[in-house]
């Protein structure tokens, strides 16, 4: 079946730190990639769609300057949180689909700590 | 508007009991889809089925089955016999025609031993 793979799966850093989540399609192209957070007990809230060779759509309410995707590759989307604060704390999920009308499979997460 | 709704926020349930996890949705959408993610507190999710708005058939899956019916707008999940290793959350999501997932808020189930 479809892989994604997400790296790392957790990150503890300093204040003012900038960090960077990869997500890879392992057996697969994807020209679509998405972003999420997910809080504590809650659900997973879309942060932006991640394209292949062109600038990521942003959901409302989120930073683009502050979450920045590059999506450089049919295989590789990045994720870098800027400056990091401790309110950036959060679970951290890309996803991808082989094509528009297959389920999106999951990377397994980034739980991103910010001390 | 879009919008999945699970009214259910946390069940809890012996070993072996059957159980039905509730999701109703609304989209103006003539062809949609619909599926069930598991999340296990690892975090990771798992997918679990996806299914057509234009195939109304029920599907079984080992102790997994899903009743979708359009007239009600739901999609409603039954694990039968549940195991501990059933214990997660378990998520519905309807994807929209941008190929986005609108996500419900998420049922935690608990099986005790």
């Known amino acids: 079946g479809a892989v994604v793979s997400q790296h790392p799966s957790r990150v503890i850093c300093k204040s003012g730190t900038s960090v960077k989540i990869e997500c890879r399609s392992l057996d697969f192209q994807a020209t679509t990639m998405f972003w999420y957070r997910q809080f504590p007990k809650q659900s997973l809230m879309l942060m932006a769609t991640s394209n292949e060779g062109s600038k990521a759509t942003y959901e409302q309410g989120v930073e683009k300057d502050k979450f920045l995707i590059n999506h450089a590759s049919l295989t590789l989307s990045t994720l870098t949180v800027t400056s990091a604060h401790p309110e950036d704390s959060s679970f951290y999920i890309c996803?991808?689909?082989?094509?528009?009308?297959?389920?999106?499979?999951f990377g397994d997460g980034t739980r991103l700590s910010i001390l | 508007a879009q919008k999945v709704t699970q009214a259910q926020t946390e069940i809890s349930v012996v070993e072996k009991e059957d159980v039905t996890l509730d999701c109703v949705y609304e989209t103006r959408d003539t062809t949609y889809y619909l599926f069930w993610y598991k999340q296990p507190p690892s975090g990771e999710l798992v997918f679990l089925i996806r299914r057509n708005s234009f195939d109304e058939q029920n599907e079984i899956s080992g102790r997994y089955s899903w009743n979708f019916q359009k007239s009600t707008s739901s999609f409603n999940f039954t694990i039968t016999a549940s195991q501990v290793v059933d214990s997660a959350v378990y998520f519905c999501a309807l994807r929209d025609s941008n190929y986005q997932l609108i996500w419900g808020a998420g049922t935690k189930l608990i099986i005790k031993p």
């Open positions: 996803s991808a689909a082989p094509s528009g009308d297959q389920p999106q499979h």
